[in-house]
């Protein structure tokens, strides 16, 4: 196996030798870099779950409204869907999609949120994360430890790919954050290192060569709801490894692949929102007839 | 890069380039002019001009300008209380030529001292500053910074780098910048550590050094 440094395999490798989950490994990797305290580190990562929990609970109790008024309180709207049984695989599945909902609309109304790995991208992780803890009743530690798991794995994917819409596309930035989930639920379910990489393989290789198409250039469409797609992603993938799936390629061959496609893809499907969707008209508002969504 | 810059920086949205970014290039003139500017005329270029607004960004740069960090709630109400601190501003879109192109020009005024900064936006919350009042610099805020105006002449570093060496002060890039030869020059310094107001004062007492301005360590916020 190649473990070069910094690649998922040389991490998990370490943990295998010390016989502890990957979230130890990376975490003293910090402590190591930082010069700062594991413990301290822990308190610091407390802090971002927190600004995170903010905005899952911001997005949800108020209708978010975006200055574009392309996002328009999606996350209050699946909440009452919830609330009225509308719920097709049981609230649980459904509050994933909300909470995502809910901490993209945030950032694109300019509330406050945790960049993970991009801004864009920010409603994967805690969407994933916090609602399978609430789920499963995981304690606040363990959550700590899976989200040094999932920053870890975002490290990796930082140094083989890249983790940025302009760059790779939106593989890069929603399905990074999708795979840095898997693995980190993975972790939080008790599940191996091994298993972890299985998930962030899976997870990668499920949105591989998906582009960035931001319309009018803004955080919103497709945005916001490829971070619900991104939570389910990750949900499902962690759920396949748990269940004794293997993937077909190490990780690091799909991180390192999905860089080499992203590099490939044309710059029209690099954030500049000159394809895709982003090269559709908007219709134009239903109440006025006249500007895009004002209503 | 660590952890923290992974799940991180804690920031308002929704465009770590447009907005975050926005948000760190405000606050490094504000900490450049020493004081919040009376009026500030800010010249938006490329993807600023064109998809800014959308993204908040003169809300972003005028956040920075009032002081505020980029994780601050109160970036969507900057338009507000820049009025009520009678901060005048003025937005237009302009053309800095082949520059990256979430750029901005700042030109600030305070009791008659101005100062202009252009700068871009390059991704993730960085920030690259490329030029101050016509000097073509190359300063990203991660360091506290001090910039030094002179008149060209020789031996100017060797003063600055014997004040900093003999505090212990650790120089992490120092940069000469000149007009023209013999004519105005800015000397940029990036330092690992904080200098003391000691050190700073010992800059200013040099034999002609005109101005010593100091920028501190930007906060990513969070
Ligand atoms: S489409 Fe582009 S801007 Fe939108 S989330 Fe994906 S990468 Fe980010």
Same mark, same amino acid.
């Given at each position: 196996?190649?473990?070069? #440094?910094?690649?998922?395999?040389?991490?998990?490798?370490?943990?295998?030798?010390?016989?502890?989950?990957?979230?130890?490994?990376?975490?003293?990797?910090?402590?190591?870099?930082?010069?700062?305290?594991?413990?301290?580190?822990?308190?610091? &990562?407390?802090?971002?779950?927190?600004?995170?929990?903010? =905005?899952?609970?911001?997005?949800?109790?108020?209708?978010?409204?975006?200055?574009?008024?392309? @996002?328009?309180?999606?996350?209050?709207?699946?909440?009452?869907?919830?609330?009225?049984?509308?719920?097709?695989?049981?609230?649980?599945?459904?509050?994933?999609?909300?909470?995502?909902?809910?901490?993209?609309?945030?950032?694109?109304?300019?509330?406050?949120?945790?960049?993970?790995?991009?801004?864009?991208?920010?409603?994967?992780?805690?969407?994933?994360?916090?609602?399978?803890?609430?789920?499963?009743?995981?304690?606040?530690?363990?959550?700590?430890?899976?989200?040094?798991?999932?920053?870890?794995?975002?490290?990796?994917? #930082?140094?083989?790919?890249?983790?940025?819409?302009?760059?790779?596309?939106?593989?890069?930035?929603?399905?990074?954050?999708?795979?840095?989930?898997?693995?980190?639920?993975?972790?939080?379910?008790?599940?191996?290192?091994?298993?972890?990489?299985?998930?962030?393989?899976?997870?990668?290789?499920? @949105?591989?060569?998906?582009?960035?198409?931001?319309?009018?250039?803004?955080?919103?469409?497709?945005?916001?709801?490829?971070?619900?797609?991104?939570?389910?992603?990750?949900?499902?993938?962690?759920? &396949?490894?748990?269940?004794?799936?293997?993937?077909?390629?190490?990780?690091?061959?799909?991180?390192?692949?999905?860089?080499?496609?992203?590099?490939?893809?044309?710059?029209?499907?690099?954030?500049?929102?000159?394809?895709?969707?982003?090269?559709?008209?908007?219709?134009?508002?239903?109440?006025?007839?006249?500007?895009?969504?004002?209503? | 890069?660590?952890?923290?810059?992974?799940?991180?920086?804690?920031?308002?949205?929704?465009?770590?380039?447009?907005?975050?970014?926005?948000?760190?290039?405000?606050?490094? $003139?504000?900490?450049?002019?020493?004081?919040?500017? =009376?009026?500030? =005329?800010?010249?938006?270029?490329?993807?600023?001009?064109?998809?800014?607004?959308?993204?908040?960004?003169?809300?972003?740069?005028? $956040?920075?300008?009032?002081?505020?960090?980029?994780?601050?709630?109160?970036?969507?109400?900057?338009?507000?209380?820049?009025?009520?601190?009678?901060?005048?501003?003025?937005?237009?879109?302009?053309?800095?030529?082949?520059?990256?192109?979430?750029?901005?020009?700042?030109?600030?005024?305070?009791?008659?001292?101005?100062?202009?900064?252009?700068?871009?936006?390059?991704?993730?919350?960085?920030?690259?500053?490329?030029?101050?009042?016509?000097?073509?610099?190359?300063?990203?805020?991660?360091?506290?910074?001090?910039?030094?105006?002179?008149?060209?002449?020789?031996?100017?570093?060797?003063?600055?780098?014997?004040?900093?060496?003999? $505090?212990?002060?650790?120089?992490?890039?120092?940069?000469?910048?000149?007009?023209?030869?013999?004519?105005?020059?800015?000397?940029?310094? #990036?330092?690992?550590?904080?200098?003391?107001?000691?050190?700073?004062?010992?800059?200013?007492?040099?034999?002609?050094?005109?101005?010593?301005?100091?920028?501190?360590?930007?906060?990513?916020?969070?």
């Amino acid at each position: 196996m190649a473990t070069t #440094e910094g690649t998922l395999a040389s991490y998990r490798a370490e943990a295998e030798e010390r016989g502890v989950p990957l979230s130890r490994v990376f975490l003293d990797g910090e402590s190591r870099q930082s010069g700062k305290r594991p413990e301290v580190l822990e308190a610091l &990562m407390l802090e971002r779950m927190n600004v995170m929990r903010q =905005a899952v609970a911001r997005g949800l109790a108020h209708p978010q409204r975006s200055r574009s008024g392309l @996002v328009r309180g999606d996350a209050a709207r699946m909440e009452a869907w919830i609330e009225g049984g509308g719920s097709l695989l049981g609230p649980a599945f459904s509050r994933l999609v909300a909470a995502a909902l809910s901490v993209a609309e945030v950032n694109a109304c300019m509330g406050r949120i945790v960049a993970s790995p991009t801004a864009g991208a920010c409603g994967v992780l805690p969407a994933a994360l916090f609602r399978v803890a609430a789920e499963k009743g995981c304690t606040d530690e363990a959550l700590v430890r899976a989200f040094f798991t999932a920053g870890g794995i975002g490290l990796c994917i #930082e140094k083989l790919a890249s983790l940025s819409g302009a760059e790779g596309g939106c593989q890069a930035e929603v399905g990074s954050a999708s795979a840095m989930a898997a693995g980190a639920l993975v972790e939080l379910m008790g599940g191996t290192p091994a298993q972890v990489d299985h998930a962030v393989a899976f997870a990668l290789a499920n @949105v591989m060569g998906l582009i960035c198409d931001p319309v009018k250039g803004l955080v919103e469409v497709p945005c916001v709801k490829r971070n619900a797609m991104g939570a389910v992603n990750a949900a499902a993938c962690a759920e &396949m490894a748990l269940a004794g799936m293997e993937s077909v390629f190490p990780a690091d061959a799909v991180i390192e692949t999905m860089g080499k496609v992203g590099r490939r893809i044309p710059e029209e499907y690099r954030e500049t929102a000159r394809g895709g969707l982003a090269a559709l008209p908007v219709p134009a508002c239903e109440t006025c007839g006249q500007g895009n969504f004002c209503s | 890069m660590g952890i923290f810059d992974i799940i991180g920086p804690v920031m308002v949205g929704p465009s770590s380039s447009h907005t975050a970014g926005a948000v760190r290039i405000g606050a490094f $003139a504000r900490k450049l002019l020493g004081e919040e500017p =009376a009026s500030a =005329a800010i010249g938006l270029h490329g993807s600023f001009a064109a998809t800014g607004e959308g993204h908040g960004t003169p809300l972003a740069l005028l $956040a920075g300008l009032l002081g505020m960090d980029p994780d601050d709630e109160g970036i969507p109400a900057a338009r507000e209380i820049a009025l009520e601190r009678g901060l005048a501003f003025r937005f237009e879109t302009v053309d800095l030529g082949e520059v990256h192109p979430n750029s901005v020009r700042l030109d600030l005024a305070q009791d008659g001292a101005e100062l202009t900064v252009s700068a871009s936006s390059v991704g993730g919350g960085r920030i690259r500053v490329f030029d101050i009042d016509g000097f073509q610099v190359d300063l990203d805020g991660v360091y506290p910074t001090v910039l030094l105006a002179y008149p060209d002449r020789a031996g100017a570093v060797a003063m600055v780098t014997t004040i900093l060496s003999n $505090a212990g002060m650790n120089i992490a890039t120092i940069k000469a910048h000149r007009a023209s030869r013999g004519g105005q020059a800015l000397m940029s310094v #990036e330092l690992d550590h904080t200098p003391t107001a000691g050190v700073l004062n010992a800059l200013r007492h040099l034999p002609h050094i005109d101005q010593v301005r100091f920028v501190p360590r930007l906060g990513f916020g969070g």
